[in-house]
């Protein structure tokens, strides 16, 4: 993992020299998790940010937040917000500037490689542990993880406790940044969707029945939709609320106002939500994980992501997060496009 | 299942081929299975995956988008894009464990109005043993 | 009145209440606890959290209020309402934690006043908390003392169960809780002074076992008065994603929306709907004219924590928040409740 001290070099000195408005990184965590989201505002608390495994979070989130602030002031500051961006998450600046919803202007980003290895995966590491708390996680000379608690420390090796996503991972360290801190190494990857084989190597009834046992669970906490950069949409398609109620608005109007999803916790209901958050983010999920780590009931939602990243892939030749000038994928389309699905 | 179960067809027909085509079939008194309920959208690109998954979610035993041949769209570019997009929707929907054969795509112009009614005998042929969908719909 | 179990006895007792409905703590192959129905199957009680509370059962993801039908004859329009309360069997959930507990205690409040949720009240009528109490805690980031709570309440609680080893200490609260002992008194024994003697000094110990402690909640509650326009909420809320899992795994968050869900627009049919809602939703506070109150993350949090430790204590004279710590545990960006509010005891000292 690279070691930051450039990169809080370079921070002080833009925030003393009034560069940018603050820097979004990683500090200590309170809540039992040793890292939290960081907001330095001053060159003082620049010491306080932290670079280690544990930094799972996509700061990414916090750029369309910036921007709804912005829009909320009279007269907002238009000085650019730094960013500790890792690789996957860089990829997320990418698909943002693509979309023009953001300027590169905007952002300052301080990039760092995860150097070979990557972040662990909250679950595993609990069971790893067997009950006791993580107070710190590095990576030692062999690439082993190296974990510090409260009796003492316990090593494990990279595929124990790496979060699933880094064994796919495509950008080891950022495609755009500012500031690169870290080597650009890459990790040698595992079979690219190699996570999708088994699912879909299921028959149909037994990938529904895996489904619906999933989604049946799903409580309606939208925490996925709000963890995700990419999910900006000042209304969702599933919050319905744009009808005007008035005085003179009819009965029938109201009951007629289209509700493409109920708000209730049914089983069609779960999975029509689901299916179009995958489609909305197809060719623009770029498997940050964020999704599947804040479920507080551990539905995989990754899959549905990753099975349209695969087929953007195989189909079409698009990759998400890569390049800022590429159209979006689905507002493109090649003469070779098949189409013997077609009749 | 029951001898007399008649699955029902949501069909979006693009304004100017496909509709015009199941226009063609009609005037022309082809026969084909009544099982459509055929909704004309201006084109087939502009079929959102919404509109597909409230179909099934509505109770559609199966959905069709049809549009016009690759080159020939009144829009010129609108059935690319739908057959970039509707693929995605197709292997989703499949990958959930839906029925393969519940969604599909056809291009269908304006003077293929046997080609309609051909499309549309094997969609039902298709869809009769599979019983009623029953996995999106909303049952309440 | 006071009983003893032991612990032998114990998978026979639950057998006796199969008429019931029984809810008690299982675990998923993803190792999470939640409470999920017994169906005759084996219940072994351990001091742990579930994910979900279980004000999951009490007060519903989804209740239906109402039906409505139109039906046309000639030029004749009707339209027909039938109420759908909910049908429900005696229940009861074992092995609820103390705290979860005394969040239905404090649900009971906010559902019974001037208008009575029948929809809550015929499932709590029905329904009987078992408890057992926390010899350890069971969340890292447990603090019910702080809020005037404790490892062994009884608010709530039909009966509470405190683990002695071999056997249980049963304390019989209310009348429901004597029904649940009456179906199986042979299998209930009388406690020997040394056994109370003991249960209670476990009890009291296992106070001291809360390692977070929240100082001074009272006054802390009494400040909040005046915190209204601090700008210690925004700085406290740059990194909330608001997610809400923070208020919808609270055991005492009860704010809901109300939804017609149309089945037919001609003729109308629907269902009026009841689901889970939270205040920290953008769209929470949304009027129809556009107008939000509450449209940054700021406000949110200043009004999650304020509902929990002022509008609460005014209103009810008791804090609304039990101290369960899911709010910290879970949150994915480790916004913690106590260290918030720890901060808000040191604005302007």
């Known amino acids: ?343 | 299942m029951a001898e007399d179960y008649e699955p029902r067809i949501v069909a979006f027909l693009c304004k100017w081929c496909s509709s015009a085509g199941s226009d063609l079939a009609g005037v022309s008194r082809m026969e084909y299975p009544p099982n459509v309920v055929p909704i004309q959208v201006m084109c087939s690109g502009s079929v959102s995956p919404l509109y597909i998954f409230s179909a099934f979610n509505k109770g559609a035993d199966g959905v069709l988008v049809s549009g016009c041949h690759p080159g020939d769209c009144h829009y010129i570019k609108g059935n690319y894009y739908a057959r970039r997009r509707l693929n995605l929707v197709k292997n989703l929907l499949e990958f959930v464990g839906l029925e393969p054969q519940r969604f599909r795509m056809s291009w269908v112009s304006a003077a293929e109005g046997t080609k309609y009614t051909q499309v549309i005998k094997d969609f039902v042929k298709d869809l009769k043993p599979l019983g009623p969908q029953t996995k999106l719909r909303r049952i309440s | ?349």
């Open chain 1, 1 to 343: 993992m690279a070691k930051i001290e450039d990169l809080k070099e370079e921070a002080k000195k833009l925030l003393r020299e009034g560069k940018v408005k603050y820097i979004i990184g990683y500090g200590a965590g309170t809540n039992g998790w040793p890292a939290a989201p960081l907001f330095v505002k001053t060159p003082e608390e620049v010491d306080r940010l932290v670079w280690d495994p544990t930094c799972v979070h996509n700061l990414v989130r916090f750029l369309v937040d910036e921007k709804r602030r912005k829009s909320r002031q009279k007269q907002p500051d238009k000085r650019p917000v730094g960013i500790v961006v890792k690789g996957c998450d860089s990829r997320a600046v990418v698909v943002l500037l693509q979309e023009k919803f953001i300027d590169r202007g905007d952002v300052f980003i301080l990039g760092v490689s995860c150097e070979k290895a990557g972040v662990v995966d909250d679950s595993k590491l609990a069971r790893k542990l067997g009950g006791k708390k993580a107070k710190k996680v590095a990576v030692n000379a062999e690439n082993r993880f190296v974990v510090t608690t409260e009796d003492g420390e316990v090593e494990a090796s990279a595929e124990e406790l790496l979060a699933e996503r880094c064994l796919e991972c495509k950008a080891n360290f950022p495609v755009v940044y500012d500031l690169l801190s870290g080597a650009k190494t890459k990790r040698p990857l595992d079979k690219p969707f190699g996570s999708l084989d088994k699912m879909e190597a299921l028959s149909s009834e037994e990938r529904w029945a895996f489904w619906k046992a999933q989604l049946d669970k799903c409580i309606r906490c939208y925490a996925c939709r709000s963890a995700c950069p990419m999910c900006y949409c000042d209304e969702c398609v599933v919050d319905s609320i744009n009808l005007a109620v008035t005085a003179d608005t009819t009965a029938d109007e109201k009951a007629q106002r289209i509700r493409w999803v109920q708000r209730s916790t049914e089983s069609s209901e779960n999975m029509v939500y689901h299916l179009v958050r995958a489609m909305h983010l197809a060719g623009r999920c770029i498997d940050c994980g964020e999704c599947e780590r804040v479920c507080p009931l551990d539905i995989p939602l990754r899959f549905l992501n990753k099975k349209l990243e695969k087929e953007a892939k195989e189909l079409f030749g698009y990759e998400a997060g890569f390049d800022a000038d590429l159209p979006a994928l689905v507002s493109c389309f090649r003469d070779e496009d098949p189409q013997d699905f077609i009749r």
């Open chain 3, 1 to 349: 009145m006071e009983k003893t179990l032991p612990k032998k006895h114990f998978s026979q007792w639950l057998k006796s209440l199969t008429s019931r409905r029984v809810y008690v703590p299982r675990k998923d192959e993803d190792g999470r606890w939640n409470y999920a129905e017994a169906d005759g199957g084996e219940a072994a009680l351990e001091v742990l959290q579930t994910t979900l509370p279980p004000k999951k059962i009490l007060f519903p993801q989804r209740e239906v209020f109402l039906e409505f039908t139109q039906s046309r004859e000639g030029q004749q329009e009707t339209l027909e309402l039938k109420d759908v309360l909910p049908e429900v069997r005696p229940t009861v959930i074992v092995g609820v934690r103390p705290c979860e507990a005394r969040a239905a205690w404090l649900l009971d409040e906010v559902f019974s006043g001037e208008f009575k949720d029948v929809y809550y009240w015929k499932r709590r009528d029905e329904t009987a908390l078992v408890g057992l109490a926390c010899t350890t805690p069971p969340s890292e980031h447990c603090f019910c003392t702080s809020v005037e709570g404790s490892p062994h309440s009884v608010e709530g609680l039909d009966l509470l169960l405190t683990d002695l080893g071999d056997r249980y200490y049963v304390q019989v609260l209310t009348p429901k809780g004597e029904k649940l002992v009456a179906a199986a008194k042979t299998l209930f024994e009388e406690p020997k002074p040394e056994v109370v003697k003991q249960a209670k000094a476990v009890q009291a110990d296992s106070n001291k076992k809360i390692k977070r402690q929240l100082k001074d909640a009272r006054p802390i509650a009494e400040k909040l008065k005046g915190m209204f326009d601090s700008t210690l909420w925004d700085e406290e809320s740059m990194s909330c994603l608001r997610c809400g899992i923070c208020t919808y795994l609270c055991p005492s968050c009860h704010c809901f929306d109300i939804n017609d869900e149309v089945e037919s627009p001609a003729p109308l049919r629907g269902q009026r709907v009841r689901t889970w809602d939270t205040c920290q939703f953008p769209d929470f506070t949304m009027h129809s004219s556009g107008h939000n109150p509450r449209p940054d993350k700021a406000s949110r949090l200043r009004q999650r924590l304020l509902h929990k430790f002022q509008y609460f204590v005014q209103v009810y004279d008791r804090f609304m928040c039990v101290g369960c710590g899911r709010c910290i545990a879970l949150c994915p960006v480790g916004i913690d409740i106590i260290k918030v509010l720890d901060k808000v005891k040191e604005n302007g000292a």
